[in-house]
Structures are given as C-alpha cells and as structure tokens.
C-alpha cells in the first residue's frame, strides 16, 4: 500500500507540474474577473454615436449594465432581442446584449462572434479577458496558471482557466491574442486543480 501511495504521490505531482507559468507574466487584477466590469473598458472597432451593454431584463432601469455618453436628443426604444451571448439560463436577466447607434440607425450585437466583431482591434487587457471569455475562459484569480497576463506590441498573451466535470476540474490555458485582428491561439496548459467535492448547486440554479 506504501508503494502504491507514494506512486501516486509522484504522477500526482508530475500532473500538476504542466501548469508552469513563466517569471515574465503579471498576474491579473482581481477586479477583472468579473464580466461587468470589462464592459467600460471596450474600444469600439468603429464609430459609433451611442452604445450600452443590456440584460434582457424586462425592467428597463435594472437591464442598463453599461453604456457610453448618450447625446441628448437620441432617443432609443427598441425591443428585447431573443438570444445574446454568454447565456446562462433561461428565462429574465439570462444573457446580455449590445444596442449601439450607427449614423441615427440602430444596431444589435447579440452573439459572441458579434461582440468580438464590435469589439474589434484589441486595445488592451480588458478587451483580451472579454474576448476570451466568448471562447470560454475565465479569469481564476486564486490561481497564476489561471490569471497572468503579458502585454506585447503585436499579442497579448494570457494564462486563464476552464473548468470542468463534477468534481470540478479546472485547466490552465496559454493563450495568444493578435491585437491587430483579434485572433485567438489557445494550448492547454495542464490541470491545477481538482476538487474533492462535487458541488451541484449552479447545474440546480441554472434550471
């Protein structure tokens, strides 16, 4: 049984080992894990008179998560698109979406490749989180392998997280953005972290 424990000591080991993060990389603020706070920070690829980030909350108020200066004579009544990106449940308050104004007409960004489109040339971390996060990483602040980043003229370069399976794993990914054109190169960096326990409370929350 000792033979076997200490085996399994050492692959454990070697499996965590793949997730090294190079002495270069800084690590994430905190702050930018959390979606909302990415929004400001967007550089649209073009120019647009108004935009705003929504929920597809029914209470027009409680839906606004972000929006830019607004002039005073433009008026917006639009209604609540069917989908959008980064879902995560069905029903109010589920997605969220873009409402800009182009030239006094209004336009809908309500997918993920649609965000990426307005958010267009990458213009700085922020904008690189968000465009990752329409891929499906996250930012895992307890963790370098999960939230390190690298600024470079042409790239920005990140380490960011997915996770996965019950008990969670999560996986540490180096991934390369070209700032110009907003293409995204991902590798999977190796597993450095795995729970004990298998929490089921957001598969119940999300129903």
Same mark, same amino acid.
């Given at each position: ?65 972000? +929006?830019? /200066?607004?002039? $005073? !004579? ?5 209604? #609540? &698109? =069917? ?28 997918? +993920?490749? /649609?965000?990426? $489109? !307005? ?5 700085? #971390? &922020? =904008? ?80």
């Amino acid at each position: 049984m000792k033979i076997i424990a200490f085996a399994f000591l050492i692959l454990s080991s070697l499996f965590f080992a793949q997730t090294t993060v190079p002495d270069d990389y800084r690590k994430i603020p905190d702050i930018l894990d959390t979606t909302e706070y990415l929004y400001p920070f967007i550089v649209p690829d073009k120019d647009y008179g108004y935009w705003r980030i929504l929920t597809n909350d029914t209470d027009p108020e409680k839906a606004v998560i972000y +929006e830019s /200066q607004m002039p $005073d !004579f433009m008026t917006i009544n639009e209604p #609540l &698109p =069917e989908k959008g990106f980064f879902q995560k449940c069905m029903g109010n308050r589920c997605f969220s979406y873009i409402l800009a104004c182009k030239k006094e007409r209004s336009v809908y960004f309500s997918s +993920e490749q /649609q965000l990426r $489109d !307005f958010i267009g040339t990458i213009d700085n #971390l &922020p =904008e690189a989180i968000l465009l990752a996060q329409t891929y499906g990483f996250s930012v895992d602040t307890g963790d370098k392998a999960g939230s390190s980043y690298k600024i470079e003229d042409r790239h920005i370069n990140l380490y960011l997280s997915k996770s996965k399976g019950c008990p969670e794993i999560r996986e540490s990914f180096f991934i390369k953005i070209n700032r110009k054109n907003g293409k995204l190169e991902s590798k999977n960096n190796g597993v450095y972290f795995k729970s004990d326990n298998c929490n089921t409370s957001f598969q119940t929350d999300s129903k």
